[in-house]
């Protein structure tokens, strides 16, 4: 079992920074694979980035690439979500989730944070 939980959200303005981070129950925290997803109101929950267990791959969705960086520091059971550039269509609930195993369908994490709410707005 895995307990996650995201501080980090907030409101920001057009063309800001943001940064998103998830802290982790789990004494095996480097055993687990890290990802971010995303639900804006009305609609259905995105992939945003992963993770893979020590670091070494990442995966991003399209439209994130460049603007949004995930890392981890297994020493501090963290993983982080750096946004630069944000949106407006930004704006959303922004959830990690862990599970085993590298991968970038929602349905593949088992555990998930509460959620932080980001607002991309002037």
């Known amino acids: 079992q895995v307990e996650l939980v995201e501080s980090g959200g907030g409101l920001v303005q057009p063309g800001g920074s943001l940064r998103l981070s998830c802290a982790a129950s789990?004494?095996?925290?480097?055993?687990?694979?890290m990802a971010w997803f995303r639900q804006a109101p009305g609609k259905e929950r995105e992939f945003v980035a992963a993770?893979?267990?020590?670091?070494?791959?990442?995966y991003y969705a399209d439209s994130m690439k460049g603007r949004f960086a995930i890392s981890r520091d297994n020493a501090k059971n963290t993983v982080y979500l750096q946004m630069n550039s944000l949106k407006p269509e930004d704006t959303a609930v922004y959830y990690c989730?862990?599970?085993?195993?590298?991968?970038?369908?929602?349905?593949?994490?088992?555990?998930w944070g509460q959620g932080a709410q980001v607002t991309v707005s002037t």
């Open positions: 989730a862990a599970d085993q195993h590298f991968a970038y369908r929602d349905y593949e994490y088992r555990f």
């Open positions: 789990a004494r095996t925290f480097s055993r687990y694979a």
């Open positions: 993770i893979s267990r020590n670091g070494g791959n990442k």
